[in-house]
């Protein structure tokens, strides 16, 4: 049976934090701990050893694959800071036209700081991936 790798654990995301060697980094990170919180009013919870999840939703797969997930989040990585958002909503491209300067994948979106993107923007696609989630996972 398939065992789920990413999963919630009772880390400490300050601790996390704390650990990232870039200065400017480990300032977007508590920032962008900031603006999830704020705009999901779920707790910060670590995903696996590098991701900073908010709520939690349960996903099924055609397939049978099961699992959870963070609703949202975000991993300060070395290279790029990762943010997570819920994939196949309508609303993702318009959103991300309007973020600023990224890189997208199909559930990350990647950028180098966070400077470089519009905080109004970046909540408003808080708030449209935990509506679209919510709507199709009733999470």
């Given at each position: 049976m398939y065992e789920q790798?990413?999963?919630v654990t009772d880390n400490s995301v300050i601790e996390f934090i704390e650990q990232i060697a870039s200065l400017k980094k480990?300032?977007?990170a508590y920032k962008l701990l900031d603006i999830f919180s704020e705009t999901t009013g779920f707790p910060a919870k670590?995903?696996?050893p590098s991701i900073i999840g908010f709520g939690t939703y349960h996903y099924k797969y055609a397939?049978?694959?099961e699992g959870d997930a963070p609703l949202v989040g975000f991993s300060p990585r070395k290279a790029k800071i990762s943010l997570y958002f819920?994939?196949?909503?309508?609303?993702r491209e318009e959103l991300l036209q309007r973020l600023g300067k990224h890189k997208a994948g199909k559930a990350c979106v990647y950028v180098?700081?966070?400077d470089d993107i519009d905080a109004v923007v970046l909540k408003e696609f808080i708030e449209q991936s935990v509506k679209f989630l919510r709507e199709t996972h009733g999470a």
């Open positions: 790798k990413t999963k480990r300032e977007d670590m995903w696996g397939t049978g694959h819920a994939a196949g909503d309508a609303q180098n700081k966070l």
